[in-house]
């Protein structure tokens, strides 16, 4: 029998350079929703050995103590104070998203592909990066109302493709679009079922001082403006008024309102909203123990109370930075009852979904990215009292009606104990069907294989350069308009960019003299600074040309560290 010869196309499979890949979120070892989004994606692509992988971590710093489970390249972001490059990183909000540092990375990893997660306000520098027609861009934005806004939806428009977290935030987005954005799919986030499952309830429940008959309602929220903290606390006053008009004493002293959330913050003031409702018996609240690490709930006393484990006055509520572990969350999800999600507004709301893995039932407001929850795990969809435009987002927000939550309280909590079993083994089952980490990455791979088995690869060898813009050049005699289309024809060789809404919101300010900078403050604005932005960006263009052509090599610390990095690995 002679040799089989493989055939051709089996030698450019085997010489074919992998799909390099590049993420820009918060660091994969921050426990934050985008930071966790990361650490399960990144590890599932690392695993198949298929691509070429480099993470640009916002809130990441050089050598950092929490990098050691990155098993990829790693760009740090950040700097710390003492460093006399924090001056330069504080001077914009958006470099502690990256935009300071971006071109570098980019030129030095030449990344195929560009993956972003975050929040519109955090990806948005990477349209206007004069690299930007190098990489293939995907963005899946948080969509948590509608409308978005026209830059917005301008700006997803330019990507080469869109996921979302959720159905709801697709169809926003398809329908404000008229279908022309390059959707892909819903990729939610999914769960660590290892960590967020049903437990012993009763053991937690004695462990927190919270007695086995209690009726719990939950919520996990941070204490922010958009989140309803006044208003939940409306709603169980209402509760607990009805149950006093009722002469039900049975159960307005054993139901609890559980709030897990921080203060001080840049939020509500709780012990206000407390009095004011007169809740203060009524409202338990998450402690965290910052000498000994008791995790321990209780009555509000105060943003700090002595432990009662090892007796110091150390004992706070959980923020951001200093929060409980993901398996200490879990324990205080098991407490719950029902969990409530209530907001105007929300782009995911990731504890609804953690909630309920755990086996507990949900009621939630029926607007944005919520009413995946309804659709998906069979949510009590909490009626719209009313809705209104947000002068900051001019985007749609809503208030929940506290009544119709009430009514559902009370009906719930007056179920018999089979009934509310079935329904937290109801809510337990449809989670992990709907929110499992390998189904969301089967989608990534699905659609980042399509893209190598198409050939595609970067060309960073390509590219021009435009011709300077002299910004004292000017013709009065004719529009606004015309010289504005001149320029982008002749300097920046492209005159589709005249529909480009930021650059016709900038000809529109030039044409009315001033620009809105914020909802308070008003600055004046003609075509001269229109000018100057195009030459801004014509000068990037050129420099970064300049770089790449020059093969220029960096030395800085967070390049050089991301080297040493990956030879580790």
């Known amino acids: 029998m002679g040799v089989l010869t493989p055939p051709p196309y089996f030698y450019l499979l085997m010489t074919k350079p992998k799909l390099k890949i590049l993420m820009c979120s918060e660091a994969s070892?921050?426990?934050?929703?985008?930071?966790?989004?990361?650490?399960?994606?990144?590890?599932?692509l690392y695993d198949t050995d298929k691509y070429d992988i480099a993470e640009f971590a916002s809130y990441g710093f050089v050598n950092d103590p929490r990098d050691t489970s990155i098993r990829w390249k790693y760009y740090a972001n950040a700097v710390k104070d003492g460093d006399p490059r924090h001056k330069?990183?504080?001077?914009?909000?958006?470099?502690?998203?990256?935009?300071?540092?971006?071109?570098?990375?980019?030129?030095?990893?030449?990344p195929d592909v560009v993956i972003d997660i975050r929040d519109y306000w955090m990806t948005a520098y990477q349209r206007t990066s004069p690299l930007r027609k190098f990489f293939h861009w995907v963005l899946m934005p948080t969509v948590d109302s509608s409308p978005q806004q026209e830059e917005w939806i301008d700006t997803f428009l330019d990507a080469d493709a869109i996921f979302t977290y959720s159905d709801w935030g697709a169809k926003v987005l398809k329908d404000q679009a008229s279908g022309k954005i390059n959707y892909i799919d819903t990729t939610s986030p999914g769960i660590d079922c290892n960590v967020f499952k049903p437990k012993d309830r009763n053991t937690i429940r004695s462990n927190f001082g919270i007695s086995e008959d209690s009726f719990v309602v939950g919520s996990v929220m941070r204490n922010q403006k958009r989140k309803l903290i006044p208003e939940l606390f409306a709603t169980f006053r209402i509760i607990l008024d009805k149950l006093e008009a009722n002469n039900n004493k049975e159960l307005a002293d054993k139901i609890f309102l559980y709030l897990h959330t921080s203060y001080p913050d840049m939020g509500w003031d709780i012990p206000e909203i407390l009095r004011q409702n007169r809740l203060t018996n009524k409202v338990l609240f998450t402690y965290l123990c910052k000498s000994c690490g008791k995790v321990s709930c209780s009555k509000f006393q105060g943003p700090s109370k002595v432990c009662d484990r090892c007796l110091a006055k150390a004992s706070s509520f959980p923020s951001v930075t200093d929060g409980v572990s993901?398996?200490?969350?879990?324990?205080?999800?098991?407490?719950?009852?029902l969990y409530v999600q209530y907001s105007i507004c929300e782009g995911f709301g990731m504890p609804q979904v953690e909630a309920g893995a755990c086996g507990v039932p949900i009621a939630t407001v029926n607007y944005s990215a919520m009413c995946d929850i309804v659709d998906r795990l069979n949510a009590y969809p909490i009626k719209i009292k009313s809705a209104f435009k947000e002068l900051e987002t001019k985007a749609i927000r809503v208030y929940p009606d506290n009544q119709d939550l009430a009514e559902y309280i009370l009906d719930l909590a007056s179920q018999p104990k089979p009934i509310l079993n079935k329904k937290r083994f109801e809510t337990h089952e449809l989670t992990h069907k709907h929110y499992d980490w390998n189904n969301t990455f089967k989608k990534w791979e699905k659609y980042l294989d399509s893209l190598d088995s198409s050939g595609y690869r970067s060309n960073w060898n390509t590219g021009e350069y435009l011709e300077p813009l002299n910004t004292q050049i000017n013709n009065p005699s004719n529009s606004n308009f015309d010289n504005l289309l001149h320029i982008l024809n002749n300097n920046m060789k492209n005159a589709s960019m005249i529909g480009d809404q930021k650059m016709l919101e900038l000809l529109n300010s030039s044409d009315y003299g001033?620009?809105?900078?914020?909802?308070?403050?008003?600055?004046?604005?003609?075509?001269?600074?229109?000018?100057?932005?195009?030459?801004?960006?014509?000068?990037?263009?050129?420099?970064?040309?300049?770089?790449k052509d020059s093969n220029i090599t960096f030395d800085e610390d967070f390049i050089l560290y991301s080297k040493l990095k990956n030879k580790q690995q």
């Open 29 to 44: 070892f921050i426990n934050s929703g985008f930071g966790i989004y990361t650490k399960e994606l990144l590890n599932r």
């Open 88 to 110: 330069e990183y504080s001077s914009r909000g958006d470099n502690q998203f990256g935009r300071w540092r971006f071109e570098k990375v980019l030129l030095d990893f030449k």
């Open 326 to 337: 993901s398996e200490e969350l879990s324990n205080i999800y098991n407490i719950f009852d």
């Open 514 to 547: 001033f620009v809105q900078n914020g909802p308070t403050s008003i600055l004046g604005y003609g075509f001269q600074d229109l000018k100057e932005y195009i030459k801004t960006n014509i000068d990037n263009n050129n420099q970064a040309k300049q770089a």
